[in-house]
């Protein structure tokens, strides 16, 4: 399928328009789904906590054009904003952690705040208009709390047109005034977007003090949380638009393509018999055959038996 991809990013349409991708809350690494299709991509790379953001500027300089800011992203426009630097950088957030609410999961102490510092901050409308960015095609954000405030902040007829939208919103109370996952349901099922996966993840319901009083071993407190149910706490949940409405030629290949990378091959089969009514573009056909193939080839990752795998692979041509 990489061919197939870098046949359709090297047209006109991706020359004059690269995909343009979004990742707020960058510390690790930028989404390894998007290396198929990043070294055409403009990718828009934000993180305020700098504890670990520092090596995603060496690991990731395949892309077409790659900004990277280390601000906050907020849904307003102001010069600098409180920030909680917490323990685990992967917990810092504009918004104050509930330690309240908290302290009856084992991770309770990454939340732990070391300090509070005041930072720039940005919008990410005024960034996407200074940069004079009038598509967002992928947006993804982990931004520990504002997940969905953040997407809303785009101007609506960019955000109607995004393909591809990636949160990570809280189940449980972790932050103060936090966009929470119902939320994140309500918004995008009424916007023309559907759940193409999700992810459920979590932690132990066992308070860190109550781990201490059965052991003090940091090492086994570490393995007996393990070892306990994790029950769920937070989401990632990918949306892909569901194309009800006007979509260009362009929209409809980094469609396929965006949700081929997500193998859901059904989507990618659908998109592109739709566009192959609306526009007289062979590509459209050939869109339409890989996809059917992908569906039909992961048949055969079923357990049958041999002789039932050797007819359906005659009756659909798949010798």
């Not at 991809?5 to 998007?34: C, H, N, Q, T």
């Amino acid at each position: 399928m990489t061919n197939l991809i870098d046949k359709i990013l090297s047209r006109k349409e991706f020359i004059d328009e690269p995909p343009v991708l979004i990742d707020i809350g960058a510390s690790g690494a930028i989404d390894r789904k998007w290396k198929v299709f990043a070294k055409y991509s403009i990718c828009l790379a934000f993180d305020a906590d700098e504890r670990e953001f520092g090596y995603v500027t060496k690991e990731n300089d395949g892309y077409k054009k790659l900004y990277i800011f280390n601000c906050i992203v907020t849904d307003t426009d102001s010069n600098q904003t409180d920030f909680f630097l917490t323990a685990s950088p992967f917990c810092s957030s504009v918004l104050p952690p509930d330690n309240q609410a908290l302290n009856i999961w084992s991770f309770a102490d990454k939340f732990n705040v070391d300090k509070k510092v005041k930072l720039k901050t940005r919008s990410l409308s005024s960034v996407l208009t200074e940069l004079n960015i009038k598509k967002v095609d992928w947006f993804k954000t982990d931004s520990q709390g504002t997940d969905l405030r953040l997407f809303l902040n785009i101007d609506e007829a960019i955000r109607n047109k995004c393909l591809a939208a990636e949160f990570e919103p809280g189940i449980i109370n972790a932050y103060l005034g936090e966009d929470k996952l119902y939320k994140v349901f309500d918004v995008m099922n009424n916007n023309n977007f559907w759940l193409a996966d999700m992810k459920v993840k979590g932690s132990q319901r066992i308070s860190p003090d109550e781990l201490h009083s059965i052991c003090q071993n940091k090492l086994m407190k570490k393995l007996i949380a393990e070892s306990i149910k994790s029950s769920p706490c937070w989401g990632e949940l990918t949306y892909l638009n569901t194309f009800n409405g006007s979509f260009s030629k362009r929209e409809y290949l980094l469609g396929w393509i965006f949700s081929s990378v997500m193998k859901q091959h059904g989507f990618s089969y659908h998109l592109a018999l739709k566009a192959k009514e609306l526009f007289e573009d062979p590509i459209f056909s050939e869109l339409a055959a890989n996809s059917r193939l992908k569906i039909l080839s992961n048949v055969f990752k079923l357990k049958f038996f041999p002789a039932i795998i050797i007819k359906l692979k005659k009756l659909f041509h798949l010798e």
